[in-house]
């Protein structure tokens, strides 16, 4: 049979170390894994002279100067040392050092909620002008008014505080500990309310330093403006609103991009704001705080946690000291009476402002490299095959897992940190955004030929992994089905190398995805009821569904959205000679990410399930053990070879997906060789439905020749047990569209074509060994000269041995049907047949000796002319003895040799004696004598699958010898 399946059909994973003559291929994340590590370094280089500060500071300064000390050194020397303490203490609490010291992340993205921030905030100091106009609190009331004063300076000191405080909120994600719907509504009011806010204030006009009142004159471009910008956030606010018809317009006005294009027009009406308060009025000293005040903003709101506020007050201050050099008071000279008080002290205070100034240039250095990280997150992305927002998360996840990495342990210590580890690590974690993580770079990674082997490599050592992996394909829940398809995605690339029974359970969870969208009504009035037909109709899905959900995801990824590698994508080089653009696209690449590419029907879960059992089949016999004990696996699977069904909700291409997996899944089924190859046969020929599938996908003009190819095949390991042979012989149209295929195949004369014509051949052989009613069926077929057909067919060399297999069941199982000019036609091909016998071996030469054998039963006259007048005789008794001689232990490709060659020497002598004596010339008793002596139980079958013998033959080896050497002896 052909492609049987065996055990050795595992995955061999390279050894280790094997290839190390060759120099491996770079990992795709080695350049983002160099740059973390520059970055950790200078951290480290930083922490370090913090440390070595701190302990200068302690020790020698405030413990060995503590009197001779200048009271601004003192008080440098202990804000350094508290600032220092600070991070030293935090570094012992992860959380706490992400929120104050971590490098990472030190500046962040402003993205719109930044900016609408900062409108608010800007707005706020409008208002307090405005105050200030309208009450007339100007310098000279403010100085003789304390409580006013007073007042005034804890405003002033507010607005300078708050947008520190507002920005560590918006870095560290509190708004997520709100509900979900919370704040979505909070992101739809926040900007029309910052546009809104700006509206009292348009009217007011000014003499001198007071308010006056309302005013239209010279306020109508200020009020156009602002018109056009509350239209353009209130349009943005009702486009995000979740109403089909919305959603309908918002797509056909902005297309596949409007997350960006709204993204766009929100930021660049804050700016538009933000320049409007700047010049709201004409006051220089109100512009001049507004402008400043709006820069403040935009840097401390860009502040991810203290870290760059932190260097750059290290950095003064030690600034500050080293260039003044006034250490020793304001007299700035060295007391005579008390030099012992002193020695030393400036090279120790120019040693510790020179490490306080280092460390902090340090970590600014490393803040701005961290911003420049996203060049060579971007190029793993395109390197690794990360694609889209989820792509994006990843590498920054990966970047933020690496870094960690390498500021643990020592400084030079081999860290072994990768892509693939990473992968895992997550996969392995309690949340489920790092598992839906883990599983869609797991899948990514297998994709690429440089990572796939290695990955392989791990995940099928790591027991831990595997079991996770098989546990998530049971995760029913709609929150995770995104997760539980790649999980299946992964499983299927696994499955090659994967020993179900090492994960118990395994078969039960994959069985479980052929039932995704698929639940059937029993469709009997008696037996169904409506709740039942509902409850089953709501949760039918189909893989519109599925895609849905995954684009909505299980998270919530509205961070993870990046305008710009979004329009970069959207930029087509219309002419090529513009070097504009061709500068602009180099460019690009440094950004950009790919494209993420949509699921396809080949992902639908049934799909998948079936693709990962088939995979199954070909590691290990015990898989196979497990699928005949999976209840009801094999139902489900012949299930979807219905090309007719109605009961689903899979559209016609999807459903056809499925019947071509679950064929695919079949053939491979029914060749596993072997007891188990024999009970699952079995099993699937009792299928009551099946036959009738698989003849109408070989009727229905709409299947491809790959789906009856696989049909064919199907129908031929069937056809290797004889109560399926009887069974697909009951079924005159499966004969037909076999003979169809066969004998008058497609002009076009591609593999597919000519695979199919093959395998169909073969069906046909299967079906008509040993069986009289399919060799008569076949025989009687209209449309045909069948005999004629095979023996043009058999001069062509790849279908030479099906046509001649074929010819000898008909001459053995239909002699009384032949009709003259079949005879005749045999007569014509004889010669061909034992021009063949003379050089053929092996299979080959057991089939034409088997055919040669029954023509000579069947037209004797004609055989025993053709040795004459081709003076072959001699050269053919000659070739039987031989083979007979050199074939002393049967093999399974061709374990009926030795019997052919008896049947064809019996069949001759019996015919004509004369041939007697030119056996008893080439020594045949001598080879019978030797074939008595090797006989083997294994001669009496006419087909092996692994160690399993098949179609038994009627008359024993030992029956077919005694026979000959009667007939020898009768000479």
Not at 168 to 192: D, F, H, N, T, Y
Not at 263 to 279: K, P
Not at 369 to 386: E, H, T, V, W, Y
Request: proline letters at 3%; hydrophobic letters at 45%; aromatic letters at 8%.
């Amino acid at each position: 049979m052909a492609q049987s399946r065996t055990t050795e059909h595992c995955v061999q994973m390279p050894a280790h170390g094997a290839g190390q003559g060759k120099t491996a291929a770079p990992t795709p994340e080695k350049q983002l894994n160099c740059f973390v590590r520059c970055i950790a370094l200078i951290e480290r280089l930083g922490n370090a002279l913090g440390t070595l500060a701190f302990t200068w500071a302690t020790v020698v300064l405030l413990g060995g100067y503590p009197t001779a000390l200048s009271s601004k050194d003192f008080r440098y020397a202990t804000a350094i040392v508290s600032l220092e303490a600070a991070r030293m203490f935090s570094h012992n609490n992860r959380l706490d050092y992400q929120l104050f010291f971590r490098t990472r992340g030190a500046v962040r993205p402003l993205g719109w909620n930044g900016l609408t921030v900062i409108v608010c905030l800007s707005n706020a100091v409008l208002y307090l002008f405005m105050i200030r106009k309208t009450y007339g609190y100007g310098y000279q009331t403010l100085k003789h008014s304390t409580r006013d004063l007073e007042i005034f300076k804890a405003w002033a000191l507010s607005m300078i505080i708050v947008p520190a405080a507002l920005g560590q909120i918006l870095s560290l994600g509190a708004l997520k500990l709100l509900s979900k719907r919370l704040r979505r509504a909070i992101s739809l009011c926040v900007p029309l309310v910052a546009i809104m806010l700006l509206a009292p204030a348009i009217p007011y006009y000014y003499e001198g330093v007071t308010v006056v009142g309302y005013t239209l004159r010279n306020t109508m471009a200020k009020w156009i403006v602002f018109l056009l910008l509350f239209l353009a956030v209130l349009v943005l606010t009702i486009s995000r609103l979740r109403y089909p018809r919305i959603t309908k317009l918002t797509e056909h006005a902005l297309g596949s991009k409007q997350v960006f294009w709204r993204r766009l027009i929100l930021n660049s009406c804050m700016f538009a704001v933000l320049v409007m308060l700047a010049f709201m009025h004409a006051d220089p000293f109100y512009r001049s705080v507004m402008i400043t005040y709006e820069v403040y903003t935009l840097v401390v709101v860009t502040f991810g946690n203290l870290q760059i506020p932190a260097a750059i007050i290290r950095v003064v201050l030690a600034s500050l000291r080293l260039g003044s050099h006034s250490y020793y008071g304001d007299d700035g000279h060295l007391d005579k009476r008390n030099p012992e008080d002193k020695t030393n002290l400036v090279p120790s205070l120019n040693i510790f402002y020179g490490m306080v100034l280092g460390q902090g240039a340090l970590y600014i250095a490393a803040c701005m490299l961290d911003i420049f990280s996203f060049i060579p997150q971007r190029s793993l992305a395109r390197q690794g095959g990360f694609a889209g927002k989820w792509g994006v998360e990843c590498v920054k996840l990966y970047y933020a897992y690496a870094f960690e990495k390498y500021m643990e342990g020592g400084v030079v210590a081999p860290k072994k940190i990768s892509l693939i580890t990473f992968a895992m690590d997550s996969l392995n974690s309690d949340s489920t955004k790092n598992q839906f993580y883990g599983i869609r770079m797991l899948h990514s990674l297998l994709q690429r030929d440089l990572t796939r082997t290695h990955l392989l490599s791990k995940l099928t050592t790591s027991t831990n992994t595997i079991t996770r992996l098989i546990n998530m394909l049971d995760w029913t829940s709609p929150r995770d089905i995104t997760i539980r398809l790649f999980a299946a995605k992964v499983i299927a690339e696994l499955a090659n190398s994967l020993r179900v029974v090492t994960v118990p359970g395994t078969m039960q969870v994959v069985s479980a995805l052929l039932d995704y969208g698929n639940q059937q009504k029993r469709g009997n009035p008696l037996l169904d009821t409506d709740d039942k037909q509902e409850e089953i109709h709501d949760l039918i899905l189909n893989a519109n569904v599925i895609h849905g959900e995954i684009q909505d995801a299980v998270l919530d990824t509205s961070s993870l959205l990046e305008p710009q590698d979004r329009s970069l994508q959207q930029v087509h080089i219309d002419e090529q000679n513009n070097l504009m653009l061709i500068w602009w696209q180099r460019i690009s690449k440094f950004w950009s990410v790919p494209k993420e590419e949509p699921l396809t029907d080949q992902d639908l879960l049934p799909a998948l399930g079936m693709s990962i059992l088939d995979s199954l089949t070909s590691c290990d016999q015990d898989n196979c053990e497990e699928i005949n004990k999976a209840s009801g696996l094999i139902s489900k699977i012949i299930g979807f070879t219905n090309y007719s069904r109605s009961d689903t909700m899979y559209t016609c291409a999807q459903w056809r997906v499925l019947v071509m997996s679950s064929l695919k899944l079949l053939h491979s089924l029914t060749s596993i060789n072997g007891e188990i190859g024999i009970t699952l046969r079995h099993k699937i020929s009792k299928h009551p439905f099946l036959l009738r599938n698989l003849a109408y996908i070989l009727v229905d003009n709409m299947s491809n020749t790959e789906s009856r190819k696989l049909v064919a095949g199907i129908l031929r390991n069937l056809a290797v047990h004889e109560n399926a042979r009887q069974a697909i012989g009951r079924i005159q149209v499966i004969i037909s569209r076999l003979m169809h295929a066969f004998l008058t195949p497609e002009p076009s004369n591609a593999d597919d074509d000519r695979l199919l014509r093959k395998i169909s051949g073969q069906a046909l052989t299967m079906l008509a060994m040993d069986s009289v009613n399919n060799c008569l069926t076949m025989l009687r077929e209209t449309g045909y000269v069948f005999i004629k057909e095979l023996t043009s067919i058999i001069r062509v060399d790849r279908y030479r041995c099906v046509a001649a297999s074929l010819l000898r069941s008909m001459c053995l199982h239909a002699q009384q049907e032949l009709e003259e000019s079949d005879q005749r036609e045999l007569s014509y091909a004889l010669r061909e047949v034992l021009e063949r016998t003379l050089i053929a071996d092996g299979a080959e030469l057991e089939i034409f000796i088997g055919l040669s054998s029954q023509i000579c039963k069947v037209i004797p006259e004609d055989f025993a002319k053709e040795l004459e007048d081709g003076h072959i005789k001699d050269r053919f008794v000659m070739r039987l003895v031989d083979v007979l001689n050199s074939y002393t232990e049967p093999s399974s490709h061709c374990p009926g040799i030795r019997r052919v060659i008896l049947e064809q020497a019996i069949n001759m002598m019996e015919h004509d004696s004369r041939y007697t004596n030119c056996f008893i010339d080439r020594h045949m008793a001598e080879a019978l004598s030797m074939v008595e002596e090797t006989a083997s139980e294994a001669e009496n079958y006419s087909l092996f699958l692994g160690d399993v013998g098949l179609m038994e033959a009627r008359e024993p080896l030992s029956s077919l010898m005694a026979r000959a050497k009667q007939l020898l002896a009768v000479r």
